[in-house]
């Protein structure tokens, strides 16, 4: 799989997470409709996120089995800054969310009062870039894990 491949799978799916957490996601002021709009948005983003998460597991084995220490000690900071980066901002979006809906899906008086976690007002929680870096981050992280596989079959002349 060529790096090309990658860079496509990673635009076509980040295009779709944003889609979905700008243009389906209802604002506080927006009223409830019937179904989930980021329902049919999701049935076209999930095949290509799952493909990219593939794709991300095997450039990070390709990645780790030419990988010296301190390739990997970088990679595993990187790892760290994003985790780190993501739980800020996700907590920070959802602490503003939470202002503006007037309290939780525990809270009487809540826009969201009732509902259920994920509903029409907080797709942007569970549909946002950093969800989305993150889970890259991790799927590249987890081919270190293949990289054994992968020397072996380079040795024995195959890809």
């Known amino acids: 799989m060529s790096k090309l491949a990658w860079y496509i799978s990673l635009a076509i799916s980040l295009f779709g997470v944003f889609v979905v957490r700008y243009y389906f996601t209802l604002a506080p002021d927006e009223s409830l409709k019937n179904i989930n709009p980021a329902f049919i948005p999701l049935v076209f983003?999930?095949?290509?996120?799952?493909?990219?998460l593939f794709i991300s597991f095997v450039i990070g084995a390709r990645y780790f089995v030419q990988a010296k220490g301190q390739q990997i000690v970088s990679y595993i900071v990187v790892l760290?800054?994003?985790?780190?980066?993501?739980?800020y901002l996700e907590y920070t979006q959802v602490q503003a969310d939470l202002t503006a809906?007037?309290?939780g899906i525990a809270d009487k008086g809540s826009l969201i009062f009732n509902f259920p976690?994920?509903?029409?007002?907080?797709?942007?929680?569970?549909?946002n870039e950093m969800i989305f870096f993150?889970?890259?981050?991790?799927?590249?992280?987890?081919?270190?894990?293949k990289r054994h596989t992968i020397e072996l079959a380079q040795q024995e002349g195959g890809e």
């Open 45 to 52: 983003v999930i095949p290509f996120l799952l493909i990219s």
């Open 80 to 87: 760290c800054v994003i985790l780190a980066l993501s739980t």
């Open 101 to 103: 809906f007037g309290g």
């Open 117 to 127: 976690i994920w509903n029409s007002y907080t797709n942007g929680w569970f549909v």
């Open 134 to 145: 993150s889970l890259q981050a991790i799927a590249f992280g987890i081919g270190f894990f």
